[in-house]
Antibody, heavy 117, light 110 residues
Framework: QLQLQESGPGLVRPSETLSLTCSVS??????????WGWIRQPPGKGLDWIGT???????YYNPSLRSRLNISVDASKNQFSLKLHSVTDADTAVYYC?????????WGQGTLVTVSS | QSALTQPASVSGSPGQSITISCTGT?????????VSWYQQPPGKAPKLMIY???NRPSGISTRFSGSKSGNTASLTISDLQAEDEADYYC??????????FGGGTKLTVL
């Protein structure tokens, strides 16, 4: 049974970098041709696709976030990570890590990140 | 990229059938059969219910079905049950190698 677990600070100051890591268990992040990615959900709002990385390193980003975004894989730790730079209040959301792109077939439980001074 | 268009809310009584629409464009829903549907109960992570327009993952009830015509996809839930009450989201792959979600639909079981 694949499990994904997000980790990282729950509070980030405006203009700083939001950094999250997703730890994958129950399967190898590099053993199959899967996509791994991030989706977020602002409080009371809908799902917003952030971006995806193919296990070989190719990345696909939401055009509205591309200039601030970096997604990477650390196969040795069976993890992948999100870095979102120059955050504002609008980046406050529950952030989900996930396996798959279209469709997303496994989701982490989500972690709330609040942007506030 | 613009979000796919879903009705904000739908409702139905137990035993009835409901349909949720998901309207996109010729850049996302139209050209591909990569439409997915997700169920999200309050406070929980989304769960995949339908993929590739009409396929159900293992363990998903046959009461859930999907279809597509042109730029519009649909999710139908038959024999509505109280446990189906949740938010539902559609998503699609796009011609820009990205993914777009719908705005979400709140299903109320009366």
């Amino acid at each position: 049974q694949l499990q994904l677990q997000e980790s990282g600070p729950g509070l980030v100051r405006p203009s700083e970098t939001l950094s999250l890591t997703c730890s994958v268990s129950g399967g190898s992040i590099s053993s199959s041709s899967y996509y791994w990615g991030w989706i977020r959900q602002p409080p009371g709002k809908g799902l917003d696709w952030i971006g995806t990385i193919y296990y070989r390193g190719f990345t696909y980003y939401n055009p509205s976030l591309r200039s601030r975004l970096n997604i990477s894989v650390d196969a040795s730790k069976n993890q992948f990570s999100l870095k979102l730079h120059s955050v504002t209040d609008a980046d406050t959301a529950v952030y989900y890590c996930a396996r798959g792109r279209a469709p997303v077939d496994d989701w982490g439980q989500g972690t709330l990140v609040t942007v506030s001074s | 990229q613009s979000a796919l268009t879903q009705p904000a809310s739908v409702s139905g009584s137990p035993g009835q059938s409901i349909t949720i629409s998901c309207t996109g464009t010729s850049s996302d829903v139209g050209p591909y059969n990569y439409v997915s549907w997700y169920q999200q109960p309050p406070g929980k992570a989304p769960k995949l219910m339908i993929y590739d327009v009409s396929n159900r993952p293992s363990g998903i009830s046959t009461r859930f079905s999907g279809s597509k015509s042109g730029n519009t996809a649909s999710l139908t839930i038959s024999d509505l049950q109280a446990e189906d009450e949740a938010d539902y989201y559609c998503s699609s792959f796009t011609t820009s190698d990205t993914v777009v979600f719908g705005g979400g639909t709140k299903l109320t079981v009366l």
